[in-house]
């Protein structure tokens, strides 16, 4: 168990709709990282959060926004969806020191536009 | 930017034997990290190995060590004694040194294990 959670596991609906994609880090850990796997894209970074402000942006579409709360969750909002987006999404996180180097990884959403 | 080429799509050991999965890295970066990531059928995302450039020891975990050649630029994973467990997706990853930054993924390898 790495100690990043995420909810839901499975997420499946249409194509148009709007879902939000949560995680929980591991306990003290400041910066949040959210990644799209997908079958011809492999991993993708899309968003870094660190103590609740934006770090660092990838390859993250316009519809897709995110925010870190003040208990340092995160969400992954994703609107507008196409078929394209059905992914496996993972949350990871790491700690706030210089030497916390790993990133550790949650047991993803898998989402499903039909 | 940063890349990462994994150039082994798929590989096979024969369960005991040895296996090396290779990786190559492009970077102008003096502080990094480096990784080697499993992520079996279940989909899970699990750390196996990491090394930190500044260090000239290949980094061991069991089983598992790296071939860490800086100045080639290169980053390969042994896996000895390779077991039924060790058949997953391997993807290696570089991480920059300085501002927590995110990681940069290879395409991944997979490997099977036939008994």
């Known amino acids: 168990d790495s100690g990043v959670t995420q909810t839901p596991k499975h997420l499946i609906t249409a194509t148009g709709q709007r879902v939000t994609l949560r995680c929980s880090p591991r306990?003290?850990?400041?910066?949040v990282y959210w990644y799209q796997q997908s079958l011809d894209q492999g991993l993708q970074f899309l968003i870094q959060y660190y103590n609740g402000e934006e770090r660092a942006k990838g390859n993250i579409l316009e519809r897709f926004s995110a925010q870190q709360f003040p208990d340092l969750h995160s969400e992954l909002n994703l609107s507008s969806l196409e078929l394209g987006d059905s992914a496996l999404y993972f949350c990871?996180?790491?700690?706030?020191?210089?030497?916390?180097?790993?990133?550790?990884f949650g047991s993803g959403t898998q989402l499903s536009v039909l | 930017a940063q890349t990462v080429t994994q150039s082994q799509p798929e590989m096979s050991v024969q369960e005991a034997e040895t296996v090396t999965l290779s990786c190559t890295y492009d970077t102008s970066e003096s502080d990094y990290y480096l990784f080697w990531y499993k992520q079996p059928p279940s989909r899970q995302m699990i750390l196996v190995i990491r090394?930190?450039?500044?260090?000239?020891q290949n980094a061991t975990e069991n089983r598992f060590s790296v071939n860490f050649q800086k100045a080639a630029k290169s980053f390969s994973l042994k896996i000895s004694d390779s077991q039924l467990g060790d058949a997953a997706m391997y993807f290696c990853?570089?991480?920059?040194?300085?501002?927590?930054?995110?990681?940069?993924f290879g395409k991944g390898t997979k490997l099977s294990v036939k008994p």
């Open positions: 990871a996180s790491s700690g706030p020191d210089h030497g916390d180097e790993k990133l550790f």
């Open positions: 306990s003290g850990d400041l910066s």
């Open positions: 990853a570089y991480r920059s040194g300085g501002s927590q930054g995110n990681l940069i």
């Open positions: 090394q930190e450039a500044y260090k000239q």
